[in-house]
């Protein structure tokens, strides 16, 4: 079964906006990752944030972390066509040794 | 050398069929994977080897037999496969789990279509 539950399940955006994409969890956790994948490649590591961290910066991206609520938030500021692709967070099960996966939200950005 | 090769790309294969996927990665990773995606879903975790040795087996039908003759290179062995097994299978590696946090850098894939 997969952990993360992420939302919304796919954005529509015109360039130069924002996105922002949800991701909910269910058991505690080391860490959360963000990946990207372009339509039908392999997936793309953009950040990784820390159990006891609440807030990371990469370039545009934007990421939160909230062990309360058990969920997490992915910000991509000022979008660009390249951004289209699917994006899922990541959450390795403390105690555990695998990565699992969200459903992933579709992010389509429109010229 | 930051890269994931897995070959082939593309893989058409009969139900009475063996074949072979093949991972190789040169980063001095300790921990490889095996993922299948389906369209238009995440990935599923097939299999897990840290420092040459299975770790991880979620369940996977005998059909799949994976393999790691050595710290770079990561095999998965296929036979008498079924059409739902068509997929996108996914190979990743990262520095093993318990040293460091669990990055994975990922390949580009191989399509498996099952006939």
């Known amino acids: 079964s997969q952990q993360g539950e992420e939302d919304p399940q796919a954005l529509s955006i015109q360039e130069g906006e924002n996105a922002t994409m949800n991701c909910s969890y269910k058991t505690s956790i080391n860490n959360l990752q963000w990946y990207r994948q372009n339509s039908g490649r392999g997936l793309v590591h953009l950040i990784l944030?820390?159990?006891?961290?609440r807030e990371k910066h990469s370039g545009r991206l934007r990421v939160t972390l909230d062990t309360s609520k058990k969920s997490s938030s992915l910000l991509i500021t000022a979008s660009r066509a390249a951004d289209t692709a699917s994006y899922f967070c990541?959450?390795?099960?403390?105690?555990?040794?695998?990565?699992?996966f969200g459903a992933g939200t579709r992010l389509f950005v429109k010229a | 050398d930051t890269e994931v090769t897995q070959t082939p790309k593309h893989l058409v294969m009969g139900m009475t069929n063996k074949k072979s996927l093949k991972c190789e990665q040169h980063m001095g990773h300790r921990a490889m994977y095996w993922y299948k995606q389906k369209a238009k879903k995440p990935p599923e975790l097939m299999f897990v080897y840290s420092y040459e040795k299975l770790s991880i087996n979620e369940s996977v039908p005998s059909r799949f037999s994976p393999e790691c003759p050595n710290s770079s290179l990561l095999n998965l062995h296929l036979h008498a496969l079924q059409p739902e097994d068509s997929a996108l299978y996914l190979c990743a590696s990262s520095q093993p789990w318990r040293e460091v946090y669990n990055e994975q850098f990922f390949g580009p894939g191989t399509r498996l279509t099952v006939l």
């Open positions: 944030i820390r159990s006891n961290e």
């Open positions: 990541a959450t390795d099960i403390t105690g555990g040794f695998k990565t699992i």
